[in-house]
C-alpha cells in the first residue's frame, strides 16, 4: 500500500457497509500507540454505531454532519489524573487522533477529525449525552467507514515554509 501520510484525505461521503471488528481494534489500538507526556496514556475511546447515537452526535458541531451516515465514529477522549501534565493534554490526544486518521487509511477506508475540545458547549453537549463522568474531555471525533470517494495524492508540500538554523 502506498504510503498513507501522503494518501490520507478527510473523507465525508461513506458507503453503508459496516467496518469490520478486526479493523476497528487495529485503528483503536494505533490510537493508543501514540506518543503522550510522560507516557501516561491519557485517552479513552467511545465507539457510536448506533445510528440514532450518530445523528445526534452529528448535530452537536455544524460541520459534523457527515458523523449520521458514516457506519462508525470514534470520539477521542481525555483523562488526566495528573494535573502537573494537563496542559500537554491536546498535544497528546492531537497525537492519538492522527496515528487513528493514519490506521484508518491504511486499514483501506475513509475518516475525517471533527474537533470539538476546545469548544465549551460542544464538550459538554457530548459529555452529557453520552453521560461521560464530568472529569473526562471529548477532544475530537472521527466519522470513518468505506469512502465513497478516491484517495488520491494532493501535494500539499511547500518548502518556503521550511527555515533552517534561522528565520
Sequence with gaps: MENVIFTRRSIRRFEQKPVEEEKL???LKAGM???????????EFMVVTDREK???LSKMSPWAGMVA???VAIIVVGYQKNPDVMKFLPQDL?????NILLQIAYEGLGGCWMGFYPDEQRTENVRQY????ADRIPFSVIALGYSQDENRFIDRSDMSRVHYNNW
Design 130 to 133: 453520552f453521560n461521560m463522568p
Design 33 to 43: 500507540q501514540a506518543p503522550s507526556a510522560h507516557n501516561l496514556q491519557p485517552w
Design 69 to 71: 451516515n458514516a457506519p
Design 54 to 56: 450518530r445523528e445526534a
Design 94 to 98: 492531537g497525537a492519538c487522533t492522527q
Design 25 to 27: 481494534e487495529r485503528i
